[in-house]
């Protein structure tokens, strides 16, 4: 044999591995959404269960006003899927909603500029979330405990602005409700893009890597110099935005303001993330699973309606409904 004879590096004596086969990642892409296919097959069956007992079910109508109908709370629900992501929590925001929307109302009611006074009702939105990105920051205590008191303070503070519903609403911004862009009101576009922000900013930015890494544990992400503490402040914040945003489009909806219009979104919000897959304990979850639980919820409600159940009776087969979807896509 010459000496320029080329002899085999590896070691490798048995036959040559194959590599993985198109089946073996449609196989682990399942895996991996295993409780994303578990939440669509509860969908599924509520779906055909109540388009059997009402046939208006599925008419182009109903879904038109489930999405409506979903949009706020939808909003909500994707500022808290980034919270939760993170281990943090907001129980305020539903009173934060009301809160902001009296702000709007008053403001209205004494002729101010409806520009401003929209502004200055979401300013007011993102610093109630200021305050608790910096409580949650700086406090050792759980965010919600702190949110808990925000909830109540922000109750107070609504009834003290007005306990009268104000209706002084503008027909200009009235008019804002009753557009549509591409057959679709404007309710349902800010829902989409909150959606589509908030998944950009967990699935593909530095940030989101962040915010995974502080949901899964506060100390290591310090230690690998994250900044935690104004991470955890942007996000508060970020959500109070959103907060602002649903508190302008219901009051368009409503065509007025009370002090009490925001009470149990928080609930809904953070069913619908939960039922998505988002622990409370933080590190998992996403947006897809967050939508599902939105679809879920916004079905069950509807669903209910349509088959005239009685309102006790509705909350409970609500809540046996959000309990199973649950324990079906929980991870294994």
């Not at 296919?37 to 509520?46: D, F, R, S, T, Y």
Request: net charge positive; charged share 5%.
């Amino acid at each position: 044999m010459s000496s320029s004879t080329v002899t085999p590096t590896s070691t490798q004596t048995g036959p040559p591995q194959a590599g993985p086969t198109a089946w073996d990642h449609v196989r682990g892409l399942l895996t991996a959404r295993r409780s994303h296919l578990a939440l669509l097959g509860v969908i599924a069956i509520l779906v055909l269960v109540t388009s059997l007992r009402s046939p208006v079910f599925l008419s182009w109508g109903n879904f038109a006003n489930v999405l409506q109908q979903m949009a706020i709370f939808g909003i909500l629900a994707a500022g808290t899927t980034a919270l939760m992501v993170s281990g943090g929590l907001d129980l305020s925001i539903g009173s934060n909603v009301s809160f902001s929307a009296m702000i709007m109302g008053t403001l209205l009611l004494h002729h101010w500029s409806p520009t401003v006074a929209v502004t200055v009702g979401i300013l007011a939105a993102i610093g109630v979330g200021l305050c608790n990105g910096v409580l949650a920051a700086f406090s050792r205590s759980h965010p919600f405990i702190l949110t808990l008191g925000m909830l109540t303070l922000l109750q107070g503070a609504a009834l003290l602005i007005s306990n009268v519903p104000i209706t002084a609403i503008p027909d200009s911004m009235l008019a804002v409700g009753r557009q549509r862009f591409a057959g679709l009101p404007p309710l349902v576009w800010a829902l989409l893009l909150a959606l589509v922000a908030v998944h950009v900013l967990l699935r593909y930015s530095k940030i989101g890597r962040w915010i995974y890494a502080l949901g899964a544990s506060s100390s290591a992400a310090y230690r690998a110099g994250i900044p935690v503490r104004a991470l955890k402040i942007c996000l508060y914040a970020g959500n109070g935005l959103l907060v602002g945003v649903a508190a302008f489009l219901l009051m368009v909806q409503l065509a007025s303001t009370q002090a009490q219009m925001g009470t149990g979104l928080e609930m809904t919000a953070i069913a619908a993330v939960a039922v998505g897959g988002t622990p409370l304990a933080g590190g998992r979850g996403d947006i897809p699973g967050t939508i599902l639980g939105i679809i879920l919820l916004g079905l069950i409600g509807n669903a209910l309606n349509l088959m005239s159940i009685p309102g006790e009776l509705r909350y409970v087969l609500q809540g046996a409904v959000i309990v199973v979807a649950v324990m079906a896509q929980r991870e294994k």
